[in-house]
C-alpha cells in the first residue's frame, strides 16, 4: 500500500471522499500514520484489516527512515469498536467457511503480539470507541492517548466469549489493589470513559480532544521521532489532573468483592466467592446489586473461564497468554454460547440469549479446565515467534513496556 504524505493537521481524522479501502495511510518524513476506515461499522476489525496492518506495521518497523507510528479511526466517533463478530458468526455458523474464524483468530493474536513486542515508538489515540478487538490495537503500545470520548470495554462475556486480544496479558496489572480491577471490567464489561482510562492504566496520556490535530502535528514537525522525544511532545499536550471520576466511587466495592487472594486456592479466588461477596456487600448496595444483574446476563460459561483465564495470566508471559487465547478461541468456536449471544445481542436483537450452561453451578471445574488444554494436533497451535531485531535501525531504542510503565502505574 502507498502512502499518501502528509499535508495539514486537518488530515488527521479525514480520508478522501471516495476512499472505499478500510486502511487509509499518510507519512512524513519519519512519522507513518494509521487511519482505520470502516466508518459504518465503527472501524469494526476485519481480517482484511488484520492482514493489512500486519504488512504496513512490519514495513515500518524494518524502515530506518521511519522512527514513529500513530494510528486512529476515521472521524470522531470510534478508534475502533471491536472485532467484526458478525463475520465471525456467519463464518463459523457454516462448515465450509469455519476454517476462516481460525485463520481470523489466529493472525489477529500475532498482529497483538507484533505490537506487543514493537520496537517504534507506537502511538494509539482512543478518540471514540475503544472495545474488544481495538483494544488490542492500542493497549500493546508505549502510548495510548484517551480524550473525553474515550469510551473503554471489553463486553465479551455478554455475548459468550472470553476478553482476548491480550485481556489475559493486560488485564490482571491493571491499576488498584489485588488485580480486582482487571477482574471487575473483564467478568462485567463495565464501561471506562475519557478520563477514567488514564486512571486504569490503559491510557498512558489524557488530552482534550480538540488539541488532538496540534499534537500529531507537534509529532511530524519533531526532528527525529524516537521514544524520548515522542514522550516529550506527548507530556507537552497531556492533561493530568486529578479529577475526580465515577470509577472512584465503584473501587471500593470493586476491591472489596473483586479482589484476587495471592496463592489463594481455586475455590478462594473462584466466581462463586466473587458473588457472595457481592450479595453481603452493605457499603453501596445498589452498586452491588446492579453488578450482580449484570453477571447474570452473561454466559456462565463465559464467566468461568475469562476468570481463570486472568488468574492463569497474571503470572505468564505475552507468548504464553496469546497462545492460550487461542485455545480458548477454538473452543469456543467449537461450542454454543458465542453464537448464541451474538445472535441474541447482534443479529435478532431480543437480548434474551439461552446459554448451554444455565448457571454457574452448572460449570465444573473440569468442564473450565477443557477449554484451556493443548491441541491434539501440535499444529493446531498458535505459533508466535519473537522477533530478531538485530538487523532494524532504531536509535536509542527502549523497549515499550518501560515507557508505558513510567505513566500508568497511577494509583486510583
Avoid at 490503559?202 to 500529531?216: K, M, S, W
Avoid at 514537525?221 to 479529577?243: H, I, K, L, R
Avoid at 446476563?297 to 492460550?324: A, H, I, W, Y
Wanted: aromatic share 10%; net charge negative.
Amino acid at each position: 500500500m502507498v502512502a499518501r504524505p502528509l499535508s495539514m493537521a486537518s488530515d488527521v481524522f479525514t480520508v478522501p471522499p471516495n476512499f472505499e479501502e478500510d486502511i487509509y495511510v499518510m507519512r512524513s518524513s519519519h512519522v507513518l500514520h494509521i487511519v482505520f476506515n470502516r466508518p459504518k461499522a465503527l472501524n469494526a476489525l476485519n481480517l482484511s484489516m488484520v492482514r493489512k496492518l500486519t504488512g504496513i506495521l512490519s514495513a515500518a518497523e524494518n524502515d530506518p527512515m521511519l522512527s514513529c507510528v500513530f494510528m486512529n479511526g476515521v472521524e470522531e466517533k470510534a478508534y475502533c469498536a471491536g472485532g467484526d463478530v458478525k463475520s465471525l458468526y456467519s463464518n463459523g455458523k457454516a462448515e465450509d467457511t469455519r476454517p476462516l474464524t481460525h485463520e481470523f483468530f489466529r493472525e489477529e493474536y500475532k498482529l497483538n503480539y507484533l505490537l506487543k513486542t514493537y520496537q517504534k515508538p507506537l502511538v494509539a489515540i482512543l478518540d471514540g470507541i475503544t472495545m474488544g478487538g481495538g483494544v488490542g490495537l492500542s493497549v500493546h503500545g508505549a502510548f495510548c492517548v484517551a480524550t473525553e470520548r474515550s469510551v473503554f470495554a471489553m463486553p465479551e462475556t455478554a455475548i459468550g466469549l472470553f476478553p482476548d486480544v491480550g485481556g489475559s496479558v493486560f488485564l490482571p496489572h491493571l491499576n488498584g489493589p489485588k488485580s480486582a480491577l482487571g477482574r471487575y471490567l473483564a467478568l462485567t464489561g463495565a464501561r471506562l470513559k475519557g478520563r477514567e482510562l488514564l486512571k486504569a492504566g490503559i491510557a498512558t496520556h489524557y488530552v482534550e480532544d480538540g488539541t488532538i490535530p496540534c499534537l500529531v502535528r507537534s509529532m511530524y514537525d519533531t526532528t527525529e521521532g524516537d521514544f524520548d522525544q515522542v514522550s516529550a511532545v506527548m507530556d507537552s499536550y497531556a492533561n493530568d489532573e486529578d479529577e475526580h471520576v465515577s470509577l472512584d466511587d465503584k473501587m471500593d466495592m470493586i476491591v472489596d468483592c473483586f479482589y484476587v487472594t495471592p496463592n489463594g486456592t481455586r475455590q478462594e479466588n473462584s466466581l462463586e466467592a466473587v458473588v457472595k461477596r457481592l450479595e453481603g456487600y452493605t457499603r453501596n448496595r445498589a452498586l452491588a446489586d446492579e453488578t450482580l444483574e449484570t453477571l447474570k446476563k452473561c454466559s456462565p460459561t463465559s464467566l468461568k473461564v475469562t476468570n481463570e483465564q486472568l488468574l492463569r495470566g497474571k503470572d505468564m508471559s505475552p507468548e504464553e497468554c496469546f497462545q492460550m487465547e487461542y485455545r480458548l478461541a477454538q473452543r469456543f468456536m467449537e461450542g454454543e454460547d458465542f453464537f448464541e449471544g451474538v445472535r441474541a445481542m447482534l443479529v435478532d436483537r431480543d437480548n434474551a440469549p439461552k446459554w448451554s450452561k444455565a448457571n454457574l453451578s452448572d460449570v465444573s471445574e473440569e468442564y473450565v479446565d477443557s477449554y484451556f488444554q493443548p491441541f491434539d494436533d501440535v499444529e493446531r497451535e498458535l505459533e508466535l515467534e519473537v522477533p530478531d531485531y538485530s538487523h532494524v535501525f532504531v536509535p536509542k531504542a527502549i523497549p515499550h513496556e518501560e515507557y508505558r510503565s513510567r505513566y500508568t502505574e497511577r494509583l486510583l
